[in-house]
Structures are given as structure tokens and as C-alpha cells.
């Protein structure tokens, strides 16, 4: 049976801390600046797409995404658009570099 993610970054955040199990978490993890698996790998990937994208990233990450052409002139054609592709696997397709990373990069707030 797998422990939950969350229990793990818990209790390796009451390792490092040497907090007491009978105090709350959440401060500690504030303190350390460890966020979430989930939120980890969404950051993981964007900064891996940020990278790719102004060449700081290594090609075979740089050749998996496509920036998105507009033909038309929009105020949001100052922001890179990132086009995402099919996937043909439902289950394994959505979790590709090449098609989590344009669909997280797209989700941004244009002004960041």
C-alpha cells in the first residue's frame, strides 16, 4: 500500500523542522517554501517551457513545443501563445511534455 504524497512532504518537512507531530504543518511548510506535489510539478514543468522557449533549455525539450501564429493582429500577440497537440492515448498522451506544457503555459494570466 503507497503513502499518500502529501503525508510524505509532511513528515519530511517534521524531519527537517524537528517539529512535534501534535503541531500543525501548514506554518512549516510556509517557513520552508515547499508547496505541494501537484503545484511542484506544474512549476517543474512551466519553468521548463519558459526555458525552452527563450532557448535555455536543451533542443529535444525546445523541439517538443510550437509557438501559435495568429493571422490576425490581437493585443494578446505580445504574449507567446503555445499550440497543443492531439494526443492519441488518452491516458498517457495528456501527461507528455509536449502536451502538459503548452496547456499550463496557455493557462497563465496574460500579465504575468
Avoid: C
Avoid at 499518500?4 to 500543525?24: G, K, M
Avoid at 517543474?44 to 493582429?73: E, R, V
Avoid at 507567446?80 to 502536451?99: K, Y
Amino acid at each position: 500500500m503507497a503513502v499518500e504524497p502529501s503525508l510524505e512532504l509532511n513528515s519530511a518537512a517534521r524531519i527537517i523542522s524537528q517539529t512535534p507531530s501534535f503541531h500543525h504543518i501548514t506554518p512549516i511548510l510556509q517557513q520552508l517554501h515547499w508547496l505541494p506535489i501537484n503545484f511542484r510539478i506544474n512549476f517543474k514543468i512551466l519553468l521548463h517551457t519558459f526555458k525552452a522557449i527563450h532557448n535555455l533549455a536543451p533542443p529535444y525539450l525546445s523541439d517538443l513545443l510550437h509557438t501559435a501564429t495568429s493571422t490576425h493582429s490581437l493585443r494578446s500577440s505580445s504574449s507567446i501563445h503555445l499550440t497543443v497537440p492531439s494526443a492519441r492515448l488518452t491516458t498517457m498522451g495528456s501527461r507528455a511534455f509536449s502536451r502538459s506544457a503548452p496547456k499550463l503555459w496557455n493557462s497563465l494570466p496574460s500579465d504575468i
